[in-house]
């Protein structure tokens, strides 16, 4: 039982490239979502999403799409990367409240 | 707006002291309240609480929730180098929603 895994750990992208961010669980959690954690911000949600097929915004969605097409998998795109976009990026799988968080992917957008 | 305020915003602490860390919310349809620590990689689970006045406990870590004054404490005693973390307050209300607080940065030094 892995949990919530994240693949890449780090990337550097230039600006404009797009890139996926990978997440998968092997819990069968319905509920999945993105957040980024910037320093003095805290964790903010990007995207989430409550079953296959069903996706929607959190708090800062711009710059971001999500599919979510099976349970296990939902990957995070990014369209056009931008500076702004540095962050540390954590999925997350869920069950009731309590969240299961994977090790994150630290971006940076140069 | 749901908001969820941490304090202190960071502590600095000798091994061997107990600490209090706050958490006040306020939410719409409260559900539960849940405390993460956060080290070098991702939040982990700690405590989930919805009813006031029980105190959860695990080891020398501790918390009790308030429904009255919307409020929860976190406690830690004896505390060790190993609790250095930053410490995540949650507060789930709602239908899905989950409100993070921007987290408690703890420094116990030897």
């Known amino acids: 039982n892995a949990g919530v895994t994240q693949t890449p750990k780090f990337q550097v992208l230039k600006t404009g490239q797009s890139m996926t961010l990978q997440c998968a669980q092997d819990m069968n959690h319905e509920y999945m979502s993105w957040y980024r954690q910037d320093p003095g911000m805290g964790l903010r949600l990007i995207h989430y999403?409550?079953?296959?097929?069903?996706?929607d915004q959190g708090e800062v969605p711009n710059g971001y799409n999500v599919s979510r097409s099976t349970t296990e998998d939902f990957p995070l795109r990014l369209l056009s990367a931008a500076p702004s976009q540095t962050s540390v990026y954590f999925c997350?799988?869920?069950?009731?409240?309590?969240?299961?968080f994977g090790p994150g992917t630290r971006l940076t957008v140069l | 707006e749901d908001k969820v305020v941490q304090s202190p915003l960071s502590l600095v602490v000798h091994e061997g002291d107990t600490v209090t860390l706050n958490c006040s919310y306020e939410v719409t349809n409260f559900r539960s309240l849940l405390w993460y620590k956060q080290e070098k990689k991702a939040p982990t689970f700690l405590f989930m609480l919805t009813s006031s006045g029980i105190e959860k406990k695990s080891g020398r870590l501790s918390s009790i929730l308030d429904k009255k004054e919307l409020f929860s404490i976190l406690n830690i005693t004896a505390t060790q180098t190993g609790d250095s973390a930053i410490y995540l307050c949650?507060?789930?209300?709602?239908?899905?929603?989950?409100?993070f607080g921007k987290g408690t940065k703890l420094s116990v030094i030897p």
């Open positions: 949650v507060a789930g209300a709602g239908s899905y929603q989950l409100t």
């Open positions: 997350a799988s869920r069950v009731e409240d309590t969240q299961y």
């Open positions: 999403s409550v079953g296959a097929g069903i996706t």
